[in-house]
């Protein structure tokens, strides 16, 4: 089937719809919803059907009037409007889902010829967008190119509810005073990635984002009692919470020390140890949890973004855990595996060239420490999506598991880089050169069916019984001790045969790199600023329609 995927941008919901129609075999093309001659470049196209998962734009008669277009829309049977996600959270519902209607005159009034439902958990909209949203548009998109096969399909009529109200800043405004610690939590996670949570903190107008509860601190409400790896720690009518990030009118995200710079000189910094020993709720974004000689490593980035500190931190726990386990499973975060460097944080640097040389150096230090981990076996566990050197992070382990639904973004080209993270060793070693090369320069996202056929990944589990596969897979490779001390011998015998040339190739990725960042009219410079404040690039149609 001819199927064209009508979006507003190439978020991780449309990836993933395109990699998976890609892998049933269906004739794939792109347009964006803002195209000046949209029209036109559809009809060039002349698809079977036209399915928008991310759509901003209205829909003009003479496209749906003119070919079978469907919308995905975040919600259940009866809800239309926007921001449904938003009300979902706000309103506590225990179960949600993902319908695909029919376009038509009536927003998100169309028959429904797909469903899908879902379970709902306390956690931020962002994270149940790339999750359960995902998961539930995958289900509900096979059940739709099926019911277009049969002949006996009947859709359903939508139910003709009221469009839901706006949530204002009004509505989402936290009352300090009053809210509860839990009221709080749900404001900010309702308001997640956008619009945020509109607040002052000591003088500042920003938006507030990544929160999570505190057990320990208590203080007077609102007053900012700690700090610790950029979070803050602000103080409720009945307990805490952490918020990770800020971001100030017609600005973009960062931690919120960097936004609250010198106001917070006084706050003490609250380091905890890598391991809690009890389980408590608190802002930790690197933790280990140990099962026997196998440790799974966690490291929670914002957006799975990784600055020069946070680097630095992630090498110490793994040079650490290389001296306390026989596996060592890299685990990522809960909404990303890793997403390579931190962009937004070089954008808010007055020294980009330096901080960007210092954040991509930091980065290979860890890769180095994981992949000159000669005395254990190193794991990848993709259960979330992962970009850029992220996905390098993870290719140089031993073995790499993914979950099933997630996405790969194994290139830099999109952000004017040649890219580091030894990833002229691990992706080559991995896949067949011509391969590599055309995901590479071309920027094609790599589902994980594809992963696995060409190598990157080892084995890909289904979602619902991911961890556990996980782990009798981990298990297994220790389960033998034999077998264990064989693996390590060759892999000693490896390093020691190859280190240099490994090395050499690192260093002519840094060369390759140095002007990238140094240079004020690089690419990279530009790119990342048009990235960051979202602004649309002219080259970016032409690659997707290249895809």
Not at 175 to 180: I, L, Q
Not at 218 to 244: M, N, Q, Y
Request: hydrophobic share 35%; aromatic share 10%.
């Amino acid at each position: 089937m001819k199927i064209l995927l009508l979006i507003s941008s190439f978020n991780s919901l449309s990836q993933r719809v395109y990699c998976e129609l890609k892998e049933l075999n269906h004739e794939v093309s792109i347009c964006l919803g803002n195209e000046k001659n949209l029209i036109e470049d559809i009809n060039d196209i002349n698809p079977d059907i036209i399915f928008c998962p991310f759509l901003k734009e209205y829909l003009t008669h003479d496209i749906y009037e003119t070919y079978p277009t469907f919308i995905l829309h975040p919600g259940i049977i009866g809800d239309r409007g926007h921001q449904s996600l938003d009300h979902a959270i706000n309103e506590e519902k225990e179960q949600w889902g993902v319908v695909i209607l029919k376009a038509n005159e009536e927003l998100d009034g169309g028959d429904i010829y797909a469903s899908s439902q879902f379970k709902m958990r306390i956690t931020s909209k962002g994270s149940i967008y790339r999750n359960e949203v995902c998961d539930a548009t995958s289900n509900a998109l096979k059940d739709l190119l099926n019911n277009l096969q049969d002949s006996n399909f009947k859709p359903i009529p939508q139910i003709q509810n009221d469009i839901h109200e706006t949530l204002t800043q009004k509505k989402r405004k936290i009352d300090w005073g009053k809210d509860t610690t839990d009221v709080i939590i749900k404001k900010i996670n309702m308001s997640d990635s956008y619009p945020g949570v509109k607040e002052n903190l000591l003088g500042i107008d920003c938006f507030l984002y990544g929160v999570c509860k505190e057990d320990t601190f208590k203080g007077k409400s609102k007053e900012i009692l700690a700090k610790r790896d950029g979070a803050i720690c602000i103080a409720t009518s009945d307990g805490a919470i952490w918020v990770s990030h800020l971001k100030k009118e017609g600005s973009f995200k960062l931690p919120a020390t960097y936004v609250l710079k010198d106001k917070i000189k006084g706050i003490k910094e609250h380091r905890i140890p890598l391991f809690l020993e009890d389980s408590k709720n608190t802002f930790h974004e690197i933790y280990v949890e140990k099962k026997d000689d196998i440790a799974y490593l966690h490291f929670d980035f914002h957006n799975g973004a990784m600055n020069s500190e946070q680097a630095i931190r992630l090498k110490y726990a793994v040079e650490y855990l290389k001296e306390e386990c026989k596996v060592l499973v890299l685990m990522g975060g809960e909404e990303f595996f890793s997403n390579g460097i931190h962009l937004n944080i070089l954008e808010d640097s007055k020294k980009q060239g330096e901080d960007g040389w210092s954040n991509i150096n930091a980065m290979n230090d860890v890769v180095k420490s994981i992949l000159f981990a000669e005395d254990i076996i190193t794991v990848a566990s993709f259960s979330k999506n992962a970009g850029a050197g992220g996905v390098f992070l993870g290719l140089v382990c031993d073995y790499c598991i993914a979950r099933d639904g997630i996405v790969l973004n194994p290139h830099y080209q999109t952000m004017g880089l040649s890219g580091s993270e030894y990833h002229t060793f691990s992706f080559y070693k991995r896949v067949e050169k011509n391969i590599a090369d055309e995901i590479l320069f071309k920027c094609i996202p790599v589902g994980n069916a594809k992963a696995k056929k060409i190598g990157m990944i080892d084995e890909v589990y289904p979602s619902i019984n991911y961890q556990e596969n996980l782990e009798i897979f981990c298990k297994n490779l220790i389960s033998d001790e034999n077998k264990y001390e064989d693996f390590i011998d060759e892999k000693k015998d490896f390093i020691f045969d190859n280190e240099e040339k490994i090395e050499k190739l690192k260093e002519k990725e840094l060369q390759r790199m140095y002007p990238e960042f140094w240079d004020k009219n690089s690419s990279f410079h530009y790119l990342r600023n048009e990235f960051i404040y979202k602004k649309e690039h002219k080259d970016s149609l032409k690659r997707l329609k290249e895809l």
